[in-house]
Structures are given as C-alpha cells and as structure tokens.
C-alpha cells in the first residue's frame, strides 16, 4: 500500500523552498548594500586625492552638497566657495545612500544573468547606457557643477568606481563569467 505525502510534508517544503529563496534575496541585497559602499568609497577617496592636490580638501562633496541641497543659493560662485563639513556629512549620507541601491540592483542584475545568460549583454548595455545618460544629464542640468569638477575626473571617478563594484560583485557570482563567454 503507497502512502499518500500529506499536506503537512508539502507544506512544510514549501515553507522551506520560501525561506531559502528569501535568505537568497537577502544574501543578495547585503551583497549590493557592501557593493555600494566599496563603490561610494572608491569615487569619495578619488575626489578627496583629486581635491587634496588642487589644495582644497573635500571640496568635490561640498560643491555636489550645496547644489543638492541649497539650490535657491545659485550656482554662480561655486569656484569660490568654502568647505563646509554640514554639506560635506549630508552629501556623504545621500551619496552612500544611493550607492547601496545602485549596488542592490547590479547584485540583483548579476543574479538574473546568472540564472540566464541572456540577459548579460542587456546588463552590460544598461551600464554603458546609464554612464553615457549620467554625463548627459549632468551636462545639460549642472553644466557650473561639470565646470567646477571637470567632467574627466567624474567620469572617471564613476569607472573606478563601477570597477571596484564590478571586482566584488565578480567574487561573489564567480560563474557569471563562465555563463556569459560564447
């Protein structure tokens, strides 16, 4: 005589099946949270190397404070204007802020490309395309800022730091690669 599973076994495997999907997902949003430190990080100390050679220490978090956060001030004397450690700690808290979701999306991108290799080339795509309409926009909207910063050294502050995100993401999913070449 066969015994039929009961409804306590499914249940109990589909409560299982539950958690560790949700103990994936928050493995996953850790791992884009520590992403999106080490890449709000990388382009911080990349300014502060750059503002510390011109003379002026944490002016880069200041200027990008400012305009964030006292636009009605305008941005005519942006060149001239004094490091302020208030704007300079309120810059800091949004910029890691929108690090770590920026981190969470690519960890949550890397493992979809994981589960489908197809989608690695549209991940790759959104990347370039999402530099590419970063400076757009900056240039369009906050042309005093670019001229205050130079837009190389943002944009290469955003490779250093994609890179850096790139290198930890890439220890983490190892077989993305391995899924991705042809």
Request: charged share 15%; glycine share 8%; aromatic share 10%.
């Amino acid at each position: 005589m066969k015994t039929q599973p009961s409804a306590t076994n499914s249940s109990q495997a589909d409560s299982q099946a539950s958690e560790g999907r949700t103990m994936y997902q928050e493995k996953l949003y850790q791992e884009g949270m520590v992403a999106g430190i080490i890449g709000a990080v990388t382009i911080a100390i990349w300014f502060l190397i750059l503002d510390t050679v011109k003379g002026r220490p944490l002016y880069t978090p200041t200027v990008l404070g400012t305009v964030l956060f006292r636009r009605r001030e305008g941005f005519a004397s942006l060149e001239n204007l004094p490091v302020s450690s208030e704007m300079v700690l309120m810059y800091t808290w949004v910029h890691g802020l929108v690090f770590c979701i920026i981190g969470m999306a690519a960890s949550r991108l890397l493992a979809l490309a994981e589960q489908n290799p197809d989608y690695g080339f549209g991940i790759l795509l959104f990347f370039v395309i999402f530099e590419v309409g970063f400076l757009a926009i900056a240039m369009a909207l906050a042309d005093p800022v670019l001229q205050a910063l130079a837009w190389p050294a943002v944009l290469l502050g955003n490779l250093l730091s994609a890179a850096a995100m790139g290198a930890y993401l890439l220890r983490k999913h190892p077989g993305i690669l391995t899924k991705i070449r042809p």
